[in-house]
């Protein structure tokens, strides 16, 4: 029995899955796999080389076994995720803001895509390091001047 996937030689007859690329596999009645993707499986057999990556290595499956490939990252939810990693180690308040803004817009234009932008993840980690880095920067600014006030007051009774 082969794969319909990556065309591997499968020696028994009852397995559900292929051991060579992970495909789950039907088997019929008949003990012969059915065809789960549209692509004609007429070529020359062969065993699969583990050196090179398949030609479907990049596609992902659907749950009825055609091929799909993943829709493009929006360039705005990378950004995001920049300008929110760089917040941490300079201008956290610039970067944390544009992590944020751009964050928000990339949402917006990935909901608007319809599916043909993907990059949701990346998007929501800008804005919640975004976040997370605004409100530590108003921490920290709010217990200096905390300190500011309790130094002032205890050298002034002096």
């Known amino acids: 029995m082969r794969c319909p996937s990556c065309d591997g030689v499968i020696e028994e007859s009852d397995v559900q899955f292929c051991p060579f690329c992970g495909m789950q596999i039907r088997v019929s009645s008949a003990g012969k796999p059915t065809q789960r993707i549209s692509r004609v499986i007429d070529t020359p057999t062969s065993t699969p080389s583990f050196n090179t990556p398949s030609p479907t290595a990049a596609a992902s499956y659907t749950s009825g076994g055609y091929r799909t490939s993943a829709p493009p990252t929006s360039t705005a939810a990378i950004v995001s995720l920049l300008f929110g990693i760089l917040g941490w180690s300079m201008a956290p308040v ?12 990339a949402r917006r234009e990935i909901a608007a895509s319809n599916g043909r932008l993907g990059g949701s993840g990346y998007a929501t980690a800008g804005i919640i390091l975004g976040y997370i880095q605004l409100a530590l920067t108003a921490f920290l600014c709010a217990l200096l001047f905390i300190i500011f006030l309790l130094t002032g007051m205890a050298g002034s009774r002096w």
């Not at 610039?94 to 817009?105: D, K, L, N, P, Q």
């Open 94 to 105: 610039i970067c944390s803001i544009i992590a944020i803004v751009v964050g928000y817009r």
